[in-house]
């Protein structure tokens, strides 16, 4: 088991809103249950924010800084692959 400590912090209140409602409906266990899991989340984002930004160090050094014109043509790429699903319809949006 995990060690767990107890902490006392100021939540906005829509924030706390939310926790107690995610609970009533089952989607949480506890607010700490809920507070813990978006800490989790948040730490995990930032950590693969960390080693994007390390790659991409990296991959510069080696070929040289990623210009505004090769990220324009990786957007049009990742746009003529993408596909968009709504309400049961699928569309795939021109480059």
């Not at 088991?1 to 912090?9: F, H």
């Not at 790659?55 to 043509?73: C, L, Q, V």
Request: aromatic share 4%; proline share 1%; glycine share 8%.
């Amino acid at each position: 088991m995990s060690d767990k400590r107890r902490l006392s912090v100021s939540i906005d209140g829509e924030l706390v809103d939310a926790a107690r409602a995610a609970v009533e409906q089952g989607e949480a266990d506890s607010v700490s249950a809920w507070v813990g899991s978006a800490m989790r989340d948040r730490t995990e984002r930032d950590r693969k924010l960390r080693l994007m930004g390390e790659w991409i160090k990296g991959y510069e050094t080696e070929h040289g800084e990623i210009t505004e014109a090769e990220m324009d043509a990786a957007e049009r790429a990742m746009r003529a692959r993408s596909v968009i699903v709504r309400g049961g319809q699928v569309y795939r949006p021109s480059a």
